[in-house]
Each structure stands twice: as C-alpha cells, then as structure tokens.
C-alpha cells in the first residue's frame, strides 16, 4: 500500500452510524469515546449532508510535531499511530488536529486526561501484532492481517472509502464523473495537502 | 498581634506590660481593615473565576443564530420550494468553504450535528489547530528562550560591573526582625510552589528538543508523566501562596511618591554611596510583589481554565471585552469581534499560559539573583527572618525608624 487514505462521500453517506458502530465493536472501546463519528450538516433541512469523520492519518501530521513525549510514528503505510505507553495525556495533539480526532479517556483528578486514544486505520500500535497487549490498548489489527479498515468495510452505501490514496481518489474520481456533481472530497486537501481538493 | 513580628531584637530588654499608644493603636486598625479588604478582595475574585466555571464558553454553541436562514430552496434536489419562505440557497462552494474550516457556522446559516452525546465533536475541521501548532513549535520556545536568557545575561553584566551589593557601613552585630514566620511561611510556600511548576511547565515545552535525545523516550515520557502529576497539583499550593501573599503585603505595597525618587536614582542599585528612602518594601519590590501578584493571577486563572478542560470562557469573554472597548488586537493577528469557540479557549489559554509563565521566570530570576547573590544581607530576610541592622538602615531606612519609633514608645526609658 502507498499512502494510507480515508475519504468520505457526502453525496452517499446517509448518516447509518454503521462505520461508528463497526469500529466500537471491532475495538472495544469503551464508553466515552469515539474514534469516529458522523456529522451532519443542515440536519433536517434540504441540502442535508452527512460525513464520518475519524483522524484521517495526515502527510504532515500535526499531532505528532506537538506531542511533548514525541509517542507517534508512521508505518510504512503512512498510517499514524502513537504509544499509549508513552503518551501523558496532555491533551495537545487534540489542539492541534484540525479533525478533532484524539480522544481521552477522563483518568484521574480535576479534568486531567488519560492516555490518548484515536482511529488506528485498523493498525493496532506498537506492539506485537494481534497480541493481546495490542488488542487491549489499541484494538484489532486488522492491516497486519491483510484486511482493511472495518469502517469502510461496513459501511452501507460504499459512501466511506479507505485504502491507497491513489485507489481511492481513483475510484472517487469514476463516481463524480458518473455522476456528474459532487466532486467534493471533503478533508482531503487539509489531509494529505493536495489544496485543490478541498 | 500583627506587627509583633518587627519588634527591634536590639532593643533593651521588654516591660513586663505593653501599652501601646493610641497612635500605634490607630494604625494597628487601619492595617486590619485594610487587610480584611485585601482578604475580601481575593475570596470576591475566587468567587467570580468559580461562577466562569458555571458558564460555558458562548461561542460553542452549534445552532445558527436567530436571524439565521433556516429555510431555503435545495439546489438540484428536486424539492419544491414554498412560496413565501423563499430565500437564497447557500451557494455550494460556500457550503464546502465552511465545512473546511474557513467559515464559522454563524456567518452562512449552516449548521452541524452530531448524535452522539459529545457535541463539541460537530466540528468538522478546526483550522487554528494549524496557528497553534506553528505557535507552539516556532515563537513560543524562541521566544521563550531570549526573555530569560536575556535576563540572565543582564544580572550576570550588572554582576560584573557592580559586584556584589555590600553592607556599606559593614555588618552591626545588631538584628531587627523583617518577617514574622507566617510571612515565610507565605513567601516559600510560593517560591517552592513556583519553581516546581517552572521546571515542569519547562520540561513540557522544552522537553522533546533538550532532554529526550539525551535520556530516551521511556525515561523522558515518565519524567513527562509524573512532571503533569506535579504541575497539576502543585498549582493549588501555588494558589494559596499568592492569597497569603497578597493579603499580608498588599498594605505595604500601595504606591507612594518617593517610589518615584527611588525608581529615578535606580534604587541607588547602579551607585556606590546612594541609598534612597525607602519603606518596608522600596519600589523594585513592589515592582515585583505587583508582578507576582499579577502574572501569578492570570496564571492561576489560565491554569484552572487548562485544569478544566471546556470549562471556563474566559479568552472570549476578554476578547469581547477588548471588543467592546474597541481595542483591536489584530497586530497579533487575533480578531476580537469573532466568537471564540471552545477549542480556541483552551487554545489561547495553553499560548497565554506559557507565555506569562516565561516572563515571570524572567522576573524571579533577578528577585532570586538579588535575593541571594547580588545583595549581602538581602538573604536574611526570608531566611531568619531578622535581618542586620545596618543593611536595613542602609536600604529601608523608613521602616527602621518607624520600627525604632514603636519600639521606643513602647519602652519606657530606664
Ligand atoms: S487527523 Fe488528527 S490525529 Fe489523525 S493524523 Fe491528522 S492530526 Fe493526527
Ligand atoms: S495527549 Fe498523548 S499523544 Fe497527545 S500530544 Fe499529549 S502525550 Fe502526545
């Protein structure tokens, strides 16, 4: 795989919260916290238009210039992934993920946070692939067994494509001509820094 | 009793029965009621940053406003659209410029949701995340480096030009009490207290460049760990040092005239012979008990908002202000008429933290550096708390004599 890439269809995605559930399940996690979740925008009104949004594993990634203990890296996939072992819950990377990905679990006094958790693109963390230590702390690992993420996997309408980025933009790019609109490929400019995508 | 703490150790032995004038009397009661102010003051201002907790930042509500366009006509979706609410569409480049960050949800109508219970998650992108992270890595640590270094480099010039301040008249074999043991007690509570959170607040911005590669990620992220653990709770110790601080000092620290004639011979700091009057406290320490007391308010205040995570509203509430007064602070690139949403609160608040942090480093360097090293004598003070006679003559010669008038007042002569 080359780079590793989300995108989300707003013109397909139908606000079903399969990807939300599939992940919470593929992962155990716990209450609290959602690695993604699904905005809507003008609910209820016409023109509606909804988006699963997870972190969207960045070229540049702002999380990792910021960490104080420096806990993230990124595979070769350019997937990336952080050390829960490292992480001191200082909630920086949050501040500056432009997708409000990060998430923490409330440990400890006052409102001081836990370990950060967030979207994986299904590649489990440091540790030995699949082992228990990793599924615990970071969830499965589904890259390491040659699958991809369960989000897009699952979700209904194909509005969530996760994968290369070359296939994926591929196969966005056969939809919009197809269908003639919606060629907006929300998230991906500020992502993966192509500025004409946004 | 108050002043008891500055009775002359030198003078003759005390009477069995102290009866103090009516004058010392009158005085002894203004310093009370002006204590009691100063107490009711900080119990007001803990009571207004407790009530900001109450209050959720304004500006992170999702919902349009109430002239907002709620109704409009679908573009290519083949809805009909109702006579009499028509209104103009939003474009759909506007709605993608939006949903990208670069517009609030205030400015078109749009809005966003979520199902699930956290709603600050309806954000789609938060483009200042960008500005904070250039912020943190660039001008926060730079800067952060030249105002103390800058500081350092000036004491250590001072140093070598003026030497060591000496007692002029050479130590007297006589003491004179200056703080009582509650002052120190206040006095250390703090320094202790600050010096903690610098180091730790230090390591957090400085850390990841100068002491990971030096000890490794296991150690430093442990180091990290516990440093967060001591910052978070030490800032309370810190707190109450700046109450106690204040309240006992503040009376002692109004401004006066002759501040002015110490402040315009430097304090008599850059000339061998000159000793300008001066009270219990001279104008460089109420410089400093001002900046402390300052610098330490608006760090405990930004610290409770960092404490408490999308708690408080203060930044927005300031920058409204600012707005209201009509004070723009667009030369820093900051836009006071916009609302400040509950991100950029915790954003702000981690930039302003630290900086006023570094400046205060700054400060307390040079207070350690005369406290200790640059002034004999000066050191006495809040250790033993009795400090030599002639250092204090020579410094806050003031106070002397009015320690020396109560004194004697209360001694009947032999
Ligand atoms: S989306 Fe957020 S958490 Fe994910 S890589 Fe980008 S900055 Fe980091
Ligand atoms: S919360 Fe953890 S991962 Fe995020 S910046 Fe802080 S230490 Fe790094």
């Known amino acids: 795989m080359g780079k590793a890439a989300f995108l989300c269809d707003a013109e397909r ?65 350019g997937i990336v992934l952080h050390s829960k072992d490292l992480c001191i819950g200082c909630g920086y990377c949050f501040y500056a993920c432009p997708f409000g990905a990060p998430q923490y679990p409330q440990a400890g006094n006052f409102g001081s946070r836990g370990k950060m958790d967030k979207c994986t693109f299904c590649a489990g963390g440091p540790e030995e692939n699949n082992s228990p230590a990793e599924f615990q702390k970071y969830g499965r690992n589904r890259i390491a067994e040659g699958k991809l993420p369960i989000c897009a996997e699952m979700c209904s309408t194909k509005a969530l494509l996760a994968g290369d980025a070359d296939d994926v933009s591929s196969i966005f790019r056969e939809r919009v001509v197809a269908r003639g609109f919606g060629g907006d490929s929300w998230g991906w400019g500020t992502a993966y820094g192509n500025q004409n995508d946004s | 009793m108050p002043r008891s703490s500055e009775r002359a150790r030198a003078a003759e032995p005390r009477p069995a029965a102290r009866v103090p004038s009516p004058r010392f009397e009158r005085r002894r009661k203004r310093r009370l009621r002006v204590a009691i102010g100063a107490l009711s003051l900080s119990v007001l201002l803990l009571a207004v940053t407790l009530a900001s907790f109450v209050t959720m930042a304004d500006a992170q509500s999702v919902r349009p406003p109430a002239n907002a ?38 400015e ?117 760990w516990w440093g967060k653990w001591v910052h978070n709770n030490i800032a309370w110790a810190f707190m109450l040092g700046l109450v106690l601080i204040f309240v006992m000092w503040v009376g002692r620290n109004i401004p006066h005239r002759r501040d002015l004639v110490w402040l315009m011979k430097g304090g008599g700091l ?111 003070a809040m250790g033993s708390g009795d400090v030599d006679l002639n250092w204090a003559r020579e410094h806050h010669n003031l106070w002397v004599d009015e320690v020396s008038a109560r004194t004697s007042r209360r001694t009947p002569a032999e």
């Open chain 1, 13 to 77: 995605c139908i606000e079903c919260n399969a990807c939300v559930t599939a992940c919470k399940n593929e992962h155990e996690i716990p209450w609290g916290i959602n690695r993604r979740r699904v905005v809507t925008i003008n609910d209820g009104r016409p023109g509606e238009k909804s988006i699963s949004v997870a972190c969207m594993h960045c070229s540049d990634a702002p999380c990792m210039a910021v960490c104080p203990v420096d806990c993230f890296y990124k595979t070769a996939d």
């Open chain 2, 108 to 224: 078109e109508g749009f809005t966003t949701t979520v199902s699930i219970p956290n709603k600050l998650s309806a954000t789609l992108v938060q483009p200042f995340g960008e500005e904070w992270r250039l912020l943190r890595r660039g001008p926060l640590p730079e800067y952060g480096l030249i105002i103390p270094a800058a500081m350092i480099l000036a004491l250590a010039a001072f140093y070598l030009i003026r030497g060591r301040i000496r007692i002029e008249a050479g130590p007297s074999r006589n003491r004179i009490r200056r703080f009582g043991g509650f002052e120190r007690f206040g006095h250390w509570l703090l320094a202790v207290s600050f010096v903690a959170l610098a180091l730790t607040g230090l390591n957090l911005l400085y850390g990841r460049e100068y002491i990971l590669p030096l000890i490794g990620h296991e150690a430093y992220s442990l180091t990290a």
């Open chain 2, 270 to 380: 850059f000339s061998k012979h000159s000793h300008p009057d001066a009270g219990k406290f001279n104008a460089g320490q109420k410089l400093i008990f001002w900046s402390v007391i300052l610098l330490g308010a608006s760090l405990s205040l930004s610290g409770i908002a960092l404490l408490f995570p999308f708690q408080t509203g203060l930044m927005g509430k300031t920058f409204a202000f600012f707005n209201d007064i009509g004070l723009s602070l667009s030369f820093i690139g900051i836009d006071v008429s916009q609302p400040v949403t509950a991100l950029q609160e915790m954003q702000y608040q981690t930039i302003w933290h630290a900086a006023v942090a570094l400046v205060m480093i700054a400060i307390i360097i040079a207070h350690i550096y005369i406290g200790t090293l640059g002034m004999e004598g000066a050191f006495d």
């Open chain 2, 69 to 106: 366009v709620t109704n409009s006509t679908p573009d290519a979706t083949g809805m009909e659209s109702v006579p009499g609410k028509i209104t103009q569409p939003p474009a759909r480049a506007d709605l993608w410029r939006f949903v990208g960050g670069d517009r609030g949800p205030d």
